[in-house]
């Protein structure tokens, strides 16, 4: 096949978008033709003849050219040529290209592309919509409530939060990921600040309730026409939660695979994890995002559409674990998204 990798993105999870496709490139099967397309910060696409490791530098611009959308050829041109394209990959983490805009995009252009389509990406992109969706089928949440702008003129925010979710609660953009803008309250005081961040990032902040026990994932991957699930594993931070650098700036993150919770617990999250992904009509793979509570219960966290895979991430670690490699892996979601 004749692949475009495409990445960046003018997100806050650029820099892992280069992550996850320097992993990708590095690893790419050696049968299929590969193009790489670049997104600066800035929202300019370049087609980029650059290493793996110039990728993960952040030097992939040298040697590249402007890329263009062109409607009425249906692709992406480069130098007045067309990029011969059968699938693409859009490594694209957070924000419009997780959350359904490229999707959108090459469904105009009519050219088949790893991952969610529009609804999928922009529900799953949604904390708050995932939330209220999954409540209707049955999958159990952790208590939440959500603040606007709006509601920062309420000087008892704070205190009223800690109220209703006890303190620590978590607060975290409504949309986005790699916890950016998330951070644990302990204290009334502490919730402006916090609010703030997050609402920096989102127009909605989610507010959480502190779960003790185990945060675990699910790795889910169709292939050929069956939706294939991997062990659960969990992920034991090296700060308080899973905060950006504590999954990816720190190396004393530790992972269990399988995760080290009952085996009820494990079947519960594998079957939620399974509804969930038809319920939000997710295609081709998803990461889903759970917590088992130290009293037992099951509680969503969260689902990612396009999951990192970087060399740490969680979604071609478990694969790896149920015997795919990376290289394997990437051929599975190709074929599947070529039918």
């Not at 992993?23 to 049968?31: D, M, Q």
């Not at 409607?71 to 040529?81: C, D, K, M, N």
């Not at 606007?148 to 620590?168: M, S, V, W």
């Amino acid at each position: 096949m004749k692949v475009i990798l495409l990445f960046g993105g003018a997100g806050e999870e650029y820099e892992i978008s280069l992550r996850s496709a320097a992993a990708v490139l590095a690893a790419f099967p050696r049968e299929h033709t590969l193009t790489a397309v670049g997104i600066d910060r800035e929202g300019r696409w370049y087609r980029t003849p650059a290493t793996p490791a110039a990728v993960a530098a952040d030097a992939w611009r040298e040697g590249a050219v402007p890329v263009t959308l062109d409607l009425h050829r249906r692709a992406l041109v480069a130098e007045g040529q067309v990029i011969p394209a059968d699938v693409v990959f859009p490594l694209l983490h957070g924000g419009l290209g997780e959350g359904g805009g490229v999707a959108a995009l090459l469904s105009l252009l009519s050219i088949p592309f790893v991952g969610c389509g529009l609804t999928a990406g922009a529900v799953g992109m949604d904390k708050v919509l995932t939330k209220q969706l999954a409540a209707t089928a049955g999958i159990p949440t952790a208590a939440f409530t959500v603040v606007t702008e709006e509601d920062l003129t309420d000087a008892a925010l704070g205190r009223r939060l800690g109220e209703t979710l006890g303190f620590p609660f978590f607060v975290k953009p409504a949309t986005g990921g790699s916890s950016v803008g998330a951070a644990c309250v302990a204290t009334a005081a502490e919730a402006p600040a916090a609010l703030r961040a997050a609402l920096a990032h989102s127009d909605r902040a989610l507010c959480e309730e502190y779960i003790r026990g185990a945060e675990v994932e699910l790795a889910l991957l169709e292939r050929a026409g069956a939706l294939l699930t991997t062990a659960v594993g969990e992920i034991e931070p090296a700060a308080l939660f899973y905060d950006y650098a504590a999954k990816y700036e720190s190396h004393a993150s530790r992972i269990f695979i399988p995760a080290r919770v009952s085996r009820s617990a494990r079947e519960s999250v594998t079957a939620y994890g399974r509804r969930l992904f038809r319920l939000l009509g997710c295609r081709g793979l998803s990461r889903a995002d759970f917590f088992v509570a130290e009293d037992g219960r099951v509680l969503l966290n969260e689902i990612n559409t396009m999951p990192g895979f970087t060399d740490i991430s969680m979604f071609p670690r478990l694969w790896q674990a149920a015997g795919l490699s990376m290289t394997e892996l990437i051929n599975v979601l190709l074929e599947n998204a070529a039918k």
